[in-house]
């Protein structure tokens, strides 16, 4: 029952973990606020024999203060958050040095296409996996999205990154891994009866490892 | 507060007497100007649709007069534009108190009206011979649902048409009281401007 | 009150469409089944077509599954999975429907068989990988491995479904109502599960086993065409002279090319 | 408009309210034109919906919290929905999109629109009836076959729509992806009949509050419940007709194979989500601003004392009514839309938080130097505030558009969405029917099963729904029939079982609530003229008040709220109750 987000293994984990624990704070101290005034009030002015409520109609420099100041904070937020929505959405904002990568989310299942050894997409050495998403570490991928059939999300919750895969649409999505470990890719939008099913592991590697991997998948011709 | 029943005959086009004052008009016509506001959205919803999608895949539609006839349906529009004047002729006529003028001219729009309706569906019934149908992509899908509904529309309101000249030659309407006429009056100018505009986006361009 | 008329119109439209639909899938509707009125059913005649389905020359590699991602169907196998497309077992083939194409009286209806055809899902793979089954006969769906898997059967002619099975061990039963010549069949859960049925309108069909026999039992006196067809290697047929009560044989040859 | 068909004595406007009542059983009860008599009709239907959605609710909570087990009782159901009474996914996912839709379309939106909206807007401000009462007839009987043909949905082959009450295409209209066909075109069909029915309900509330409110109930003394269910009915009018065309062309899809949201043929999914939201972002309004309205009204009452800024909650309550129209796009951050237009709707969304303080600091204004009566509505209403302001505070993560990257589409939004409308609309609610029962049933509710179901309901709601935050920030995805697949969910999967728990014991306090609602209608005790002693004009007339509501025309001479007036002895003053001259009528605002 914690408020921690779990641990993550990207360079948008700093960026969003930090807005996050900032609204945190904000919308605790918020709610601290008005339910301890409420509980106060409610004690404070019970109704007691003989006393009667204050005949009083509102205070325009309370509704000025409170106004103000929430709409001062909301435009903070709001500030702070374009800036890394952009840095993280922004679609001029793939890093140059990405591995391009083209996941084709289908009714249950991700097809992940790889580059292979040349590095490019659309040459004869590219090789296509099942639900299988392996990085190298520290290594930009920019990978796009292309759904079959129904709108699928491409999630990582490791590594903040949440994307719908519209059929009929080519969507670029970024992120850089930054440690070597497993992680799970799972589907966030409804895609019909398999949608809990469509969970692929998410591997990252050191770069030597990496290859190695590459080199015996690249060998095993994989079914369609 | 005097019994206010006396005055129940007399002032029955005002608003409601003995009230706070609001809009300034009786119910009925309020009651229409705030329907219509919900189906100028309605129109909006699906001619946002034709005009989102012909932007973003423009080659899907033809050029004009290519698959819809438009010298027919130019006629058409003339007619309906036509009902709309006889529409205010019977508004006119009855405010004069000229109840045959406003029999005359009820029936006039009630069967403009309806060979308005007639002509779309021959035009719909040609069109679909002619394979133009609305599963053929997005030209037809649009096409025949906007027009579909707003043919709908029309038929709505020529049944209302029928149903008001009915109570007109009832002797239902005078100088005095003639709010079923107003108010479907409103409604049939209402459904004369959305083919104005559905004329345009859909056959001219 | 117009308004309403109209909706309870569309209430009772519903209502006794939803029921009417609802009986013909799930059970079997006997007279639906039966093509033409014809004579009526005759018991089941003693003859019978056996023989064995060969493979001549070196069977084509079967493509490897990468089943990573399913530990649970992994774990059933110790090598590396292969799609049984063209399944040859020391010269003989499996995995090949055989059915009478043409001979029957015409006209005549038959008893639907009262067992059930089963299709296996076992190792995330389909066994048989392609059967027949006659219009109006139950098809038990079993599911023996304990992960989802679900049947997307996309006819024409019958009424598509598209059911799941979320545990070991359990089993649906679908019933086709029309014969149609190819029902595609497959698991969306993993892409690599395919499976074709043919329903057929009488019950003279066999699938050849790994070891490539098969039998068509209760065929009456005659002569007929048996179809034997391969989902990769196409079909061949044969006419095959079946006496009153013994057994003729058909063997089929299925080369590499496949015509 | 006097009719002369049948019965004489149809309400006459302005002329004497009330006549003999000559209407037959059928005409009286069933197919009657009095608002009042639609409003309990509303109220018994949406109750029954209500109790269907959290049944609903019930078969959800347990497979996930006991994914694949048998669920008992659940051998009842049929072998398309759960085998051997394990439920199965695709039932799963029409569970799913139907206790949205229940609870949305036939649950919330018929109590706080259909039940409150028809019976306190004439009442309220003083007229006889609404403006058009045989069109409020047909709203409510409109109402009832959408009811019947979204039922008939489960029974139909391929089972009901399982796309998700916001039945996102291209799932939706392609049967072959969501094995769904009749179930989806049903659900279609339905919402379509449900909208005519709340668009002829929305321009009979706009044209009765403009246009017949007595004598002296000026737009600034409107109490605030009928400013909220003004502006509602406003957003009804507006918001209902997209969707109705929304659907239509998705019902086209399916049958008739237009290809407005296929991709194949040039559709696009993201237009239906555009549509929807379009529609979407007004109806969660829809569903919160009469709550916000009668929770003012009621706890205005409790703590006697006039509401904290009265004008500022006008204002709110229109600020919410124009910004609503303009944030719609924040339901689609993810969805694949151009991510500039992520940043607009986040500054639009971040304004439209703005209102909402507004009004949550104006009720704790209006509780500060109460003399806080703590009677069954109140309890309902305080907590109201309390939980609206959880639903509040927990919309800014996803406002904020990086925060949202991660927690779209977990369960932190149902944790919010099930803050705002059950902590928020349902309390409302149930701080309504308990407020108002006595006007409509003449009798009073039981006060001790009242507070029983309260504090039951609010230990067992949080119990359920709080925890949801922290499964949503632990990347629960929401919809998913089986968490234990994810290796990361299996930890949290303990919490779920929490949940289903307190999911099941909230549901049986709930029985309270309905056996306390039934049993009073005969054994409550005899309600008082005025049982909470307020200022309404409702409670100057009879209970239930007569067809016609007013002997004569009533003249209002103050603002709603003038408890605890220093002009007068008793703590509260009538907005029709006449002071001897000199004395002022209302006190200077401010």
């Known amino acids: 029952m914690s408020w921690l987000l779990p641990h993550g293994a990207s360079t948008f984990v700093g960026e969003i973990d930090w807005l996050y624990y900032l609204i945190l704070w904000i919308t605790g101290i918020a709610f601290v606020l008005v339910e301890v005034l409420l509980v106060w009030f409610m004690i404070r002015y019970r109704a007691r024999p003989g006393r009667k409520a204050t005949y009083y109609h509102g205070n325009t420099r309370f509704e000025i203060i409170w106004t103000s100041v929430t709409a001062v904070v909301v435009v903070i937020i709001g500030v702070l958050s374009a800036g890394r929505w952009n840095r993280i959405k922004g679609r001029d904002m793939v890093p140059p040095n990405a591995t391009p990568i083209v996941i084709h989310a289908k009714q249950f299942e991700w097809l992940v296409t790889y580059p292979g050894a040349d590095g490019a997409l659309g040459s004869a050495d590219d090789f296509q996996v099942r639900s299988q998403l392996h990085l190298v570490v520290g290594q930009p991928v920019s990978v796009l999205l292309t759904s079959e059939d129904a709108i699928h999300s491409f999630f990582i919750p490791a590594f903040r990154i949440k994307q719908d895969a519209v059929p009929g649409m080519n969507i670029r999505v970024w992120f850089q891994p930054t440690e070597v470990g497993e992680y799970e890719l799972g589907c966030a939008e409804l895609c019909g009866l398999g949608h809990y099913r469509m969970r692929a592991t998410v591997t990252v590697h050191s770069r030597e490892d990496f290859d190695r991997w590459a080199r015996d998948r690249a060998a095993l011709s994989v079914n369609k | ?205 | 009150m117009r308004q309403v008329l109209i909706g309870g119109m569309l209430l009772t439209v519903a209502a006794c469409g939803g029921g009417g639909e609802k009986a013909g899938s799930d059970t079997a509707t006997p007279a639906g089944a039966a093509p033409a009125a014809g004579a009526a059913p005759t018991a089941m005649a003693g003859g019978s077509v056996t023989g064995h389905v060969k493979f001549d020359g070196a069977a084509p590699a079967n493509p490897t599954i990468d089943m990573s991602e399913e530990a649970a169907c992994k774990g059933k196998y110790t090598g590396p999975a292969l799609d049984p497309v063209v399944m040859v077992t020391n010269g003989m083939l499996g995995n090949v429907v055989l059915y009478v194409k043409s001979g029957l009286p015409a006209g005549q209806t038959y008893p639907v068989p009262s067992e059930p055809v089963v299709i296996d899902q076992r190792g995330c793979l389909y066994h048989p990988r392609a059967l027949a089954i006659m219009a109006g006969q139950k098809l038990e769906i079993k599911n023996s491995d304990p992960v989802l898997h679900n049947i997307k059967a996309l006819p024409t002619k019958n009424r598509p479904f598209n059911i799941s099975q979320p545990t070991e061990g359990m089993t649906t039963t679908r019933t086709f109502t029309t014969p149609e010549d190819n029902v595609p069949v497959e698991c969306n859960v993993h892409g690599w599960m395919h499976s074709n049925i043919i329903v057929l309108p009488h019950p003279f069909f066999a699938v050849s086993g790994e070891d490539g026999s098969f039998t068509i039992k209760g065929l009456p006196a005659g002569t007929y065409e048996i179809e034997a067809r391969h989902a990769k290697l196409g079909t061949k047929t044969m006419s095959v002279t079946v006496p009153a009560d013994g057994a003729a044989t058909a063997d089929f040859t299925f080369a590499a090319t496949g015509t | 408009m006097a009719t002369t068909i049948g019965h004489v004595d149809e309400v006459t406007l302005g002329g004497a309210e009330v006549h003999a009542d000559t209407r037959s059983f059928v005409r009286k009860y069933v197919f009657s034109t009095d608002h009042k008599i639609i409003g309990i009709q509303f109220l018994i239907m949406s109750l029954i919906f209500l109790l269907l959605g959290g049944v609903l609710a019930m078969v959800i909570r347990w497979q996930l919290g006991f994914p694949k087990q048998p669920m008992p009782l659940g051998g009842v159901l049929p072998e398309t929905m759960a085998p051997g009474g394990v439920v199965l996914p695709e039932f799963y996912n029409s569970l799913v999109t139907m206790h949205g839709t229940f609870m949305v379309f036939f649950a919330i939106m018929p109590l706080l629109v259909g039940v409150f909206g028809n019976y306190l807007i004439p009442l309220k401000i003083g007229a006889p009836d609404m403006a058009f009462p045989r069109i409020n007839m047909a709203s409510f009987w409109i109402a009832v076959p959408a009811g019947f043909l979204m039922l008939a949905g489960f029974f139909v082959e391929g089972g009901h729509a399982a796309a998700g009450w916001t039945s996102y295409a291209p799932l939706s209209e392609r049967s072959d992806l969501s094995g769904v066909s009749m179930g989806q075109i049903l659900w279609c069909i339905s919402l379509i009949v449900l909208g005519l029915s709340s668009i002829l309900g929305s321009f009979n509330y706009i044209t009765t509050i403009i246009n017949m409110r007595a004598p002296g109930m000026w737009w600034f003394r409107l109490p605030l419940s009928i400013w909220s269910l003004f502006v509602t009915a406003i957003l009804v009018l507006l918001a209902m007709p997209i969707l109705s065309g929304a659907i239509i062309m998705l019902l086209f899809d399916q049958t008739i194979g237009t290809h407005f949201f296929g991709p194949a043929q040039g559709g696009q999914p993201l237009l239906w989500q555009h549509l929807f939201w379009f529609f979407g972002h007004p109806e969660v309004y829809i569903l919160i601003l009469p709550a916000m309205g009668m929770a003012s009204d009621i706890i205005a009452n409790g703590a006697r004392k006039p509401v904290f800024g009265y004008t500022s909650m006008v204002l709110a309550i229109l600020g919410i009514g124009v910004l609503g129209w303009g944030v719609w796009g924040h339901h689609m951050f993810m969805s694949g839309m151009n991510p500039t237009l992520g940043t607009s709707f986040m500054i639009s969304t971040m304004l439209i938080a703005v209102p909402s303080a507004i009004k949550v600091f104006n009720w704790l204004g209006t509780m500060w130097m109460g003399n806080i009566r703590f009677h069954v509505p109140m309890l309902h209403a305080i907590a109201f505030v309390s939980m609206f302001t959880i639903g509040g505070l927990s919309g800014i993560f996803m406002a904020a558009t990086p925060v949202d990257i991660y927690i779209h589409d977990t369960y932190f939004i149902v944790a919010h969405l099930h803050y705002v409308l059950f902590g928020g609309s349902l309390f409302a609610i149930f701080a309504a029917v308990t407020f108002w029962y006595p006007k409509m049933f003449g009798r009073m509710m039981s006060p001790f099963w009242g507070r029983v179901h309260f504090f039951l309901t609010f230990i067992f709601y949080n119990l359920v729904f709080f925890p949801m935050h922290n499964l949503g920030l632990h990347g629960h995805m929401r919809r998913i029939y089986d968490p234990t697949q994810y290796d990361f969910l299996k930890p949290v999967q303990p919490i779920n079982e929490l949940i289903s728990i307190s999911a099941f014991l909230l549901f049986a306090t709930q029985l309270i609530f309905a056996t306390n609602f039934i049993v009073s209608w005969f054994k409550g005790a005899k309600a008082p003229e005025n049982p909470w002693e307020d200022n309404g004009l409702e409670w100057t007339v009879p209970s239930p008040p007569p067809h016609g509501n007013f002997v004569s025309v009533p003249h209002v001479y103050r603002a709603p709220y003038e408890y605890s007036s220093p002009f007068v002895t008793e703590d509260f003053l009538p907005q029709n109750r006449e002071l001897p001259e000199g004395v002022p009528s209302a006190a200077p605002h401010s």
Not at chain 2, 70 to 99: H, W, Y
Not at chain 2, 160 to 188: H, M, N, P
């Open chain 2, 1 to 205: 507060m005097a019994h206010a029943g006396a005055l129940h005959d007399e002032d029955v086009m005002l608003p409601p007497p003995g009230r706070e004052p609001g809009a300034g008009v009786y119910n009925e016509k309020l009651g229409m100007w705030v329907f219509l506001g919900s189906e100028v959205m309605f129109f909006t919803a699906l001619i946002g649709t034709y005009i989102i999608l012909r932007v973003a895949h423009p080659t899907a539609w033809k050029a004009p007069g290519v698959v819809l006839a438009v010298p027919i349906t130019a006629i058409n529009t003339f007619l309906l534009i036509c009902s709309s004047v006889t529409m205010v002729k019977a508004f006119a006529s009855v405010q004069d108190g000229n109840l045959s003028g406003l029999r005359k001219w009820l029936i006039a729009t009630v069967l403009i009206g309806s060979t308005f309706v007639g002509v779309q569906v021959y035009e719909y019934r040609h069109l679909i011979e002619k394979g133009f149908v609305p599963s053929e992509g997005l030209y037809g899908s649009t096409f025949y649902t906007m027009t579909g509904f707003h043919g709908f529309h029309v038929t709505i309101g020529v049944i209302c048409l029928i149903f008001v000249t009915w109570r007109a030659f009832q002797g239902r309407y005078s100088a005095k009281d003639y709010r079923g006429v107003e108010v479907i009056g409103l409604y049939w100018h209402f459904v004369d401007l959305v083919w104005i505009i559905l004329f345009t986006i859909v056959y001219l361009i």
